[in-house]
């Protein structure tokens, strides 16, 4: 064991005495914009490879999806309106345009660079994702949800999935009043599961229907409509379901290994015999 530095050199008559090196302090988790500690690196913003491709499938998704809403002309809706809620076409296209701005504002949210050297723009860019996407988006959704015309298959996994967005964005959000930012970042991580969830719905009910295709003249009974809704109703469950299992894995699997960091950081060496 060496001296601390700028203290004497230890005398050969007065040997040093046998102490335990120090435990390292525990390793915890940093909140939206504070640095990590000394000896633990971070990953410096292109060494990301998830967050380019996440932004250019975000930014093709919303430039796909929305220009039939914006242009005011229910005739280029690709959800038909049902008969008996006029307003149908008002609700998804209000509800399009502010999930594009969730989907959008949670490119930047969830990028760690961004986070933690511009944290006063992501607590802006926070309250557009929260105020200006989710919230609005959420309510709307809940009211295209139930009327649905693609039948109560979709109509259960739609009004379910408007529910816990609106839930864990609401959590996320009064964590981070709070400042209980641990927990503002774990319900976060659902919100954002749930806002990309539109995407992964879009894939599901696009395969569903090509496997389903060879089924379309026996199960059922050359009923075009019946097979779109079928594949409709399991593509929406997968949609949401699938990425918020991964969520919680991805989160579970974290704390897992900050909790044998932390066991590992704290537990104490043996003592040297003399």
């Known amino acids: 064991m060496t001296a601390l530095a700028g203290s004497p050199d ?5 040997p040093m005495s046998r102490r335990p090196a120090a435990a390292e302090p525990p390793v915890r988790s940093e909140p939206p914009g504070q640095s990590a500690p000394p000896g633990r690196a971070r990953p410096r913003w292109w060494r ?4 380019a491709p996440l932004a250019v499938l975000a930014v093709a998704f919303v430039a796909f999806s929305l220009p039939p809403y914006v242009s005011l002309d229910p005739s280029r809706s690709r959800v038909p309106a049902p008969a008996f809620f006029p307003p149908h076409y008002v609700m998804l296209s209000l509800h399009v345009v502010f999930g ?3 989907m959008l504002t949670c490119c930047l949210q969830i990028w760690p660079w961004f986070r933690e050297r511009h944290p006063r723009a992501h607590r802006l860019v926070g309250r557009v994702y929260v105020l ?6 959420g309510l709307m959704g809940l009211v295209v949800g139930l009327a649905t015309p693609f039948g ?8 379910l999935l408007a529910l816990l967005w609106l839930g864990c964005t609401i959590a996320g959000w009064r964590a981070a009043r709070r400042r209980r930012f641990v927990e503002h970042r774990r319900w976060m991580v659902r919100s954002f599961a749930l806002t990309m969830s539109i995407i992964t719905n879009r894939v599901h009910t696009a395969v569903l229907i090509v496997l389903l295709q060879p089924e379309l003249a026996t199960t059922y009974h050359g009923d075009q409509a019946l097979l779109t809704q079928t ?15 991964a969520a919680e894995w991805w989160l579970e699997r974290g704390d897992a290994r900050r909790r044998a960091r932390r066991r590992a950081a704290t537990r104490t060496p043996a003592t040297p015999a003399a």
């Open 10 to 14: 230890p005398s050969p008559a007065q």
């Open 132 to 137: 200006g996407g989710c919230l609005p988006a």
């Open 48 to 51: 990301r490879p998830w967050v």
């Open 100 to 102: 594009s701005v969730a």
């Open 152 to 159: 109560h298959v979709i109509r259960a996994s739609n009004v």
């Open 231 to 245: 594949a409709a109703g399991l593509g929406g469950w997968l949609g949401w379901v699938l990425p918020l299992l």
